[in-house]
């Protein structure tokens, strides 16, 4: 390298301090976008829904999912035990989200709803419990394959009042909304 090169190119040290500028100006930059847009009188704040509407799509996929297993005759039994497995932990979970959306609102006629959700979804969990006990007996039993979809229709059904309940706009988030009109 000749005495001028080296003169003329900055040292790598260098380089990675204007990297790091560059990137400490970029991330600065977007930060004062943020800060702009939120300040907007037109943006708009999130609001978390007091339902996870994710869980309780979960929880009705699951139990659509052990429906179709009960009506399916190829099923077999190990099938069948991890779709009641899968309903069980599901409805738990959806039972207790009632159970927490009915302590954070101060509406009577919602806490009861939410309470009687979970108690009438808790009852048809354990109408499905003892029909798949019968069911484990006597696998090949299409009797007891009818009484197991008949139960799992049941709380398919108490899961889509509280799904339909819930996904009224007083239960579900907003999401954040900052306005675009200023850039950096």
Same mark, same amino acid.
């Given at each position: 390298?000749?005495?001028?090169?080296?003169? &003329?190119?900055?040292?790598?040290? &260098?380089?990675?301090?204007?990297?790091?500028?560059?990137?400490?100006?970029? @991330?600065? +930059?977007?930060?004062?976008?943020?800060?702009?847009?939120?300040?907007?009188?037109?943006?708009?704040? +999130?609001?978390?829904?007091?339902? #996870?509407?994710?869980?309780?799509?979960?929880?009705?996929?699951?139990?659509?999912?052990?429906? #179709? +297993? !009960?009506? /399916?005759?190829?099923?077999?039994?190990?099938?069948?035990? %991890?779709?009641? &497995?899968?309903?069980?932990?599901? &409805?738990?979970? !959806? +039972?207790?989200?009632?159970?927490?959306?009915?302590?954070?609102?101060? #509406?009577?006629?919602?806490?009861?709803? =939410? *309470?009687?959700?979970? $108690?009438?979804?808790? /009852? /048809?969990?354990?109408?499905? *419990?003892? /029909?798949?006990? %019968?069911?484990?007996?006597? !696998?090949?039993?299409?009797?007891?394959?009818? $009484?197991?979809?008949?139960?799992?229709?049941?709380? !398919? @059904? %108490? *899961? #889509?009042?509280?799904?339909? =309940? %819930?996904?009224?706009?007083? =239960?579900?988030?907003?999401?954040?909304?900052?306005?675009?009109?200023?850039?950096?």
């Amino acid at each position: 390298m000749s005495d001028l090169e080296a003169m &003329t190119t900055p040292p790598a040290s &260098t380089l990675q301090q204007v990297g790091r500028l560059n990137d400490v100006m970029n @991330e600065e +930059c977007q930060q004062s976008a943020y800060l702009v847009g939120i300040s907007d009188p037109s943006s708009v704040t +999130c609001r978390l829904g007091l339902l #996870d509407q994710c869980q309780v799509a979960r929880a009705y996929e699951a139990i659509r999912a052990a429906y #179709d +297993c !009960f009506l /399916n005759p190829t099923t077999n039994q190990q099938q069948v035990r %991890a779709a009641v &497995t899968d309903v069980l932990q599901h &409805t738990l979970v !959806f +039972c207790s989200a009632c159970l927490q959306v009915s302590s954070k609102t101060s #509406d009577p006629v919602v806490q009861k709803t =939410f *309470v009687q959700s979970e $108690k009438n979804v808790a /009852n /048809n969990v354990a109408n499905v *419990v003892d /029909n798949f006990k %019968a069911l484990k007996d006597d !696998f090949y039993s299409e009797d007891n394959r009818q $009484k197991c979809a008949a139960s799992t229709k049941r709380l !398919f @059904e %108490a *899961v #889509d009042e509280v799904v339909t =309940f %819930a996904s009224s706009p007083e =239960f579900t988030g907003i999401p954040a909304e900052t306005t675009s009109q200023h850039t950096c």
